[in-house]
T-cell receptor, first 112, second 115 residues
Framework: GEDVEQSLFLSVREGDSSVINCTYT??????LYWYKQEPGAGLQLLTY?????DMKQDQRLTVLLNKKDKHLSLRIADTQTGDSAIYFC????????????FGQGTTLQVKP | EAQVTQNPRYLITVTGKKLTVTCSQN?????MSWYRQDPGLGLRQIYY???????DKGDVPEGYKVSRKEKRNFPLILESPSPNQTSLYFC??????????????FGQGTRLTVV
């Protein structure tokens, strides 16, 4: 079945890099996504990667995809206190149905 | 401004009292869905709709109903709410783009408490 797994919590110091990891099971997923949820808010799309890519960089964000191991990671360089949030990994799953399958979310705590 | 609007943001109700959470999007998206977010479980899909008058069950549909009479609106109905439906609910919409890129836009969430 379709399943996405993330660790629940990560704590880093301001200025360090953060790496949030995700594993997924559906190898037919066309796209994989990272969403950010700030306290009291909905989810906002941070970035996404097409399944035939290995890496995508967008300013402070780097997404790495290891399709063989079904492993996705999000690296945030120079982490700031404003990056404190819950980060969700999501995959599209089988077929173009519009459905997203989410991981449990990783709470990122950035200490000054 | 492109947005998904949910109402209400907060709701406390009693067991068995029917309620509706509204959702509206202004992006002419075909696909809309409802999720519930519970600690440690992430977001789980309740129902989805691929277009007007086309709805289907997600992963956790029990106790919920939806309708899609117009493209922009996708209300979530709890006919007889129970305490295990206490949760944070999100509505989302997306365009069914060719190639499968499902960039979803989310509402701000509705925190529901059933006592």
């Amino acid at each position: 079945g379709e399943d996405v797994e993330q660790s629940l919590f990560l704590s880093v110091r301001e200025g360090d890099s953060s790496v949030i990891n995700c594993t997924y099971t559906d190898s037919s997923s066309t796209y994989l996504y990272w969403y950010k949820q700030e306290p009291g808010a909905g989810l906002q799309l941070l970035t996404y990667i097409f399944s035939n890519m290995d890496m995508k960089q967008d300013q402070r964000l780097t997404v790495l995809l290891n399709k063989k191991d079904k492993h996705l990671s999000l690296r945030i360089a120079d982490t700031q206190t404003g990056d404190s949030a819950i980060y969700f990994c999501a995959e599209t799953g089988t077929g173009n149905t519009g459905k997203l399958i989410f991981g449990q979310g990783t709470t990122l705590q950035v200490k000054p | 401004e492109a947005q998904v609007t949910q109402n209400p943001r907060y709701l406390i109700t009693v067991t068995g009292k029917k309620l509706t959470v509204t959702c509206s999007q202004n992006m002419n998206h075909e696909y809309m869905s409802w999720y519930r977010q519970d600690p440690g479980l992430g977001l789980r899909q309740i129902y989805y709709s691929m277009n007007v008058e086309v709805t289907d069950k997600g992963d956790v549909p029990e106790g919920y109903k939806v309708s899609r009479k117009e493209k922009r609106n996708f209300p979530l109905i709890l006919e007889s709410p129970s305490p295990n439906q206490t949760s944070l609910y999100f509505c989302a919409s997306s365009s069914l783009a060719a190639g499968g890129n499902t960039e979803a836009f989310f509402g701000q969430g509705t925190r529901l408490t059933v006592v």
